[in-house]
């Protein structure tokens, strides 16, 4: 990557996360003004985030940086803020009848969502190790609120303890990790440490090395991958079922943004000692995380699982370190929100105040009473487990090509193994929906927008699986 000279400050490129953090600001005060009913919030909030995605293309001549190279808008942080608007506005869309429904009334909810959209659009963009800091800090204290957002709820809180606990501590390997790369290039900004390790400008290469380790146990956390994934299933149970589905999709996208910037574009000359490593962790999350899948009764931990499994995947598109690489990453990332969003909407649907339906025993016979929401979730978890025509076979499709156009074959082997392990529990929670007698009467919530986002994410898994072209051709820019 060469050093490219910029101007100090851009706003035009900073648009994005400007208006998204006055929409922040302007939800939190309103909120002061108005009553019980949260209607007005969720509104604006969803504006916020479509003149977000509006701003995002305003800026021409792509890249564009900013305070002097540490804050980049180029087509990969486009396309990654255009994957958080989709994630945030889902997630709002779900909370709507969620937050009536489980009494939680607090405008402070949706402020929370939108400042967290800022931290990961900061965090795509930024080009700086501090800047990441910065981006991962704001992500991190707006989940840990938002997970424990229930106070009355002990498992709420005791998910928002643990991910807070747990966190905090990844974050001091991250931060000292950051420490001994700029202690060993001399620089925080990803485009000059490239250029330190190019012309061999480095203090010393242990302490490089050490530097790159650190940082890959705390991005390693920060994405549940194997063996920092301890905390997903316990918070993934206790948070509310909208901010579980959230924070497995947009803060997730997020963290990979800057890990595919970090050791793709900034230490591609010591890609023979991070592609070892990320092999181990991507082998060791798709064999966790499908067998821990295996075991569980609990749709939520299922689903918690299944994100470390589908982790692993992903991580083989940054060990590729190619343009199909990359394209596949973000199309990955885009039909896995679809997916993943479509069936958190389904369990949100099923649940009611009291008693959320989240044992798999609570699906059987789901098909007889309500066919339809059956054949959607069906839809979602057979792209979840990649079953052809769907969104999921694609983008592993494209992930296996680009590993494989590497030479990591055996890579590929162990995630296709994966693969059909995973379909299983998949398959597990699709039998008893058709093929067991109903074990109760189902009172699902038909509320407008929760089935709005399960026709849009029926509509998103069809589209990316039967006419994948047009959106790989984008991301491959």
Known sequence: MDLIPAPSIDLISLAPALVLSVFGMGV?????????????????????????????????????????????????????????????????????????????KVGEYYSLILFCTVGMIILASSTDLIMIFLGIEIVSICL??????????????????????????????????????YGATGSTQLMKIALALK?????????????????????????????FHMWAPDVYQGAPTPITAFMSVGPKAAVLASFFRVFVHAMPDMAESWVLVLSIVAVLSMFVGNLGAIVQTNIKRLLAYSSVSHIGYILIALIAKNSLGSASLLFYLLAYAFTTFGAFAIVIILGRRGDEKLEIDNY??????????????????????????LAGFVGKFYIFSAAI???????????????????????????????????GEFHPTLAPLSLL?????????LQLGIFPGPIISLAQQ
């Open 28 to 104: 939190l005060i309103l909120d002061l003004f108005i009553g019980k009913d949260k209607s007005i919030l969720v509104f604006m909030s969803l504006l916020g985030l479509f003149l977000t995605t509006v701003v995002t293309f305003a800026k021409g001549g792509l890249p564009v940086y900013s305070f002097q190279g540490s804050y980049v808008v180029d087509h990969f942080s486009i396309f990654f803020i255009f994957i958080f608007a989709i994630s945030s506005a889902l997630a709002i869309m779900l909370s709507v009848n969620y937050n009536r429904q489980e009494n939680i």
């Open 144 to 181: 840990y609120i938002l997970a424990g957002i229930r106070r009355n709820d002990t498992r709420s809180n005791e998910a928002a303890l643990k991910y807070f606990l747990l966190g905090a501590f990844a974050t001091g390997f991250l931060l000292y990790g950051m420490a001994l790369l």
């Open 199 to 227: 012309t061999g400008k480095v203090v010393s290469k242990p302490l490089l090395l050490m530097g790159a380790v650190l940082l890959i146990i705390g991005f390693g956390f920060k994405v549940a991958s194997v063996p």
């Open 364 to 389: 059987s016979g789901l098909a007889y009473r309500h066919p339809v929401l059956a054949l959607c979730m069906a839809i979602f978890l057979m792209s979840l487990g990649g079953l052809p025509p």
């Open 405 to 439: 156009k590497e030479g990591h074959v055996p890579l590929v082997v162990i995630a296709v193994l994966n693969t059909a392990v995973s379909f299983y529990y998949y398959l597990k929670v699709i039998v008893y929906m058709y093929m067991r007698e109903p074990a």
């Open 453 to 461: 986002v399960v026709a849009i994410a029926v509509f998103g898994t």
